[in-house]
């Protein structure tokens, strides 16, 4: 089991910019493909971004593309979303989740393919 902790989370105005981290402890994320998702209040979790093990592939929703990076720095057992030109409709908390199916070179996209979670960061942005 990986143990997942995010930070970087706040209260910020639109147009505004966070970078969110993910840091790992209990085993390597090394190998695993790691994603990002969220959860807006009275609405299901969704996919934001997601990055294979090797950071060859990443995906992400279309309403955050071209303003949300997703990295890993497997040095540093962390995962990050830079997240920029920050709207309203960005509002929630997000979560890191860990793929434990090593190698693998698919981003998973579906909450259920996730294996452990991390508690999650509030992010409020104001108009």
């Known amino acids: ?42 609405k299901e979790r969704e996919f934001v971004a997601g990055i294979s093990w090797g950071s060859s592939k990443r995906d992400y929703q279309d309403s955050v593309k071209g303003r949300f990076t997703v ?19 960005d509002t929630a908390v997000y979560y890191c989740a860990a793929d434990r199916n090593s190698f693998s070179t698919v981003v998973p996209t579906r909450a259920g393919e996730y294996d452990d979670w991390g508690q999650g960061t509030q992010v409020t942005v104001s108009s």
């Open 71 to 89: 990295s890993r720095d497997n040095a540093k057992n962390t995962v990050y979303l830079q997240m920029d030109s920050l709207t309203p409709e």
């Open 1 to 42: 089991q990986v143990q997942l902790v995010e930070s970087g989370g706040g209260l910020v105005q639109a147009g505004d910019s966070l970078r969110l981290s993910c840091a790992a402890s209990g085993r390597t994320i090394s190998w695993y493909a790691m994603g990002w998702f969220r959860q807006a209040a009275g």
